[in-house]
C-alpha cells in the first residue's frame, strides 16, 4: 500500500465504524420497542384470562337469573292443580257425606 491510499483506506473504515455504530444504536431501540411490545402483550393476554373467568362467572349467574322466572312458573302451576285437586276431592268429599247422611 502506497502512503497515499493508507488515509482513504482508514477514512472509510472510520465511516464504516460509524454506520455500524449507528445501526447498532438502532438495533437497541428497536430490541428495546420490541421487548416493550412483547410486556404489553404479556398483560394484555392476563387480563383477557381474568376477563374470561369473570365471563364465565356472569354467565352462570345469568342462567341462573333467567330460570328462576320459568321455577316460580312451574312452582305456581303445581300449587294450582294441587288446590284444584284438593277443592275436588273435598266437593266429592261433602256431597258424599251429604249423600250418607240423608
Known sequence: MSE????????NHTIRIQN???QLAQLHQITESIQGLSLSVN????NME????EQKDLTARLKTLEMEPADNWKHMKHLL?????????????VFL??????
Not at 497515499?4 to 477514512?11: A, G, K, N, Q
Not at 257425606?97 to 240423608?102: D, M, S
Open 4 to 11: 497515499t491510499s493508507i488515509p482513504v483506506v482508514l477514512e
Open 20 to 22: 455500524i455504530e449507528k
Open 43 to 46: 398483560k394484555l393476554a392476563t
Open 50 to 53: 381474568i376477563m374470561a373467568g
Open 81 to 93: 292443580w294441587t288446590s284444584a285437586l284438593s277443592t275436588i276431592i273435598g266437593a266429592t268429599i
Open 97 to 102: 257425606v251429604t249423600l250418607l247422611t240423608n
